[in-house]
């Protein structure tokens, strides 16, 4: 069985201040995600991580993959308020085809960046 | 195009009613998944379809049934709700690597 952790759930910093929330996952995968959510809202997708090593970033925010330690990070850099919000990771297992065999999905991260 | 659509956005049942979450696609997409958000739980994944007349379980199916008649649709029937099921359903379709999740409807069992 898959099991996603996240940590930390829960996360208050300051503005300009750099952090990092990791994802770690229990069995081989392919496929990581990284999901922004909004209070009340639906998912946005930030991040689709295919390989070992791979890298992405999109403004403040910088993922990662390592597959042999079956560990990703979202990185964030100089943190602004509006990147409050609650961040998931998702896997979904090797072999799985399409995305909708199903994802399982980490408890995410609830952070609050404070002015 | 509208992306993945769902019906209704809220809804407040009885124990023991039945209803009908509706969810569509006009992205022609074959997979489609329903989720279920639980404070404090992430997302966990209700039934999925690889296709049309295509159905498969996830983790938690339990109290709800799919179909998939047509690549567009993909409703998730509530047989006889229990306040267990209170929750917010998220429906997703995919491509390839990318997942596309629609608005979400806010469900409370009473």
């Known amino acids: 069985e898959l099991k996603v952790e996240q940590n930390p759930l829960f996360l208050s910093m300051q503005e300009g201040k750099n952090y990092t929330i990791y994802c770690n996952y229990s069995?081989?995968?392919?496929?990581l995600y990284w999901y922004r959510q909004d209070p009340g809202k639906s998912l946005e997708s930030l991040f689709v991580?295919?390989?070992?090593?791979a890298v992405k970033q999109e403004g403040r925010l910088m993922a990662s993959l390592d597959t042999k330690a079956r560990l990703s990070t979202l990185h964030i850099t100089a943190a602004v308020h509006d990147l409050s919000a609650t961040y998931f990771c998702a896997v979904a297992a090797r072999g799985s085809g399409g995305g909708a065999d199903g994802l399982t999905f980490g408890k995410g991260t609830h952070l609050i960046i404070q002015p | 195009n509208a992306g993945v659509t769902q019906t209704p956005k809220f809804q407040v049942l009885k124990t023991g009613q039945s209803m009908t979450l509706q969810c569509a696609q006009d992205?022609?997409?074959?997979?489609m998944s329903w989720y279920r958000q639980d404070p404090g739980m992430g997302l966990r994944l209700i039934h999925y379809?690889?296709?049309?007349?295509?159905?498969d379980q996830g983790e938690v199916p339990n109290g709800y049934n799919v179909s998939r008649s047509t690549t567009e649709d993909f409703p998730l029937r509530l047989l006889s709700a229990a306040p267990s099921q209170t929750s917010v359903y998220f429906c997703a379709s995919a491509y390839y690597n990318e997942q596309f999740f629609g608005p979400g409807t806010r469900l409370t069992v009473l």
């Open positions: 069995t081989t995968s392919d496929r």
């Open positions: 991580l295919l390989s070992n090593g």
């Open positions: 992205m022609n997409h074959e997979y």
């Open positions: 379809s690889v296709g049309a007349g295509i159905t």
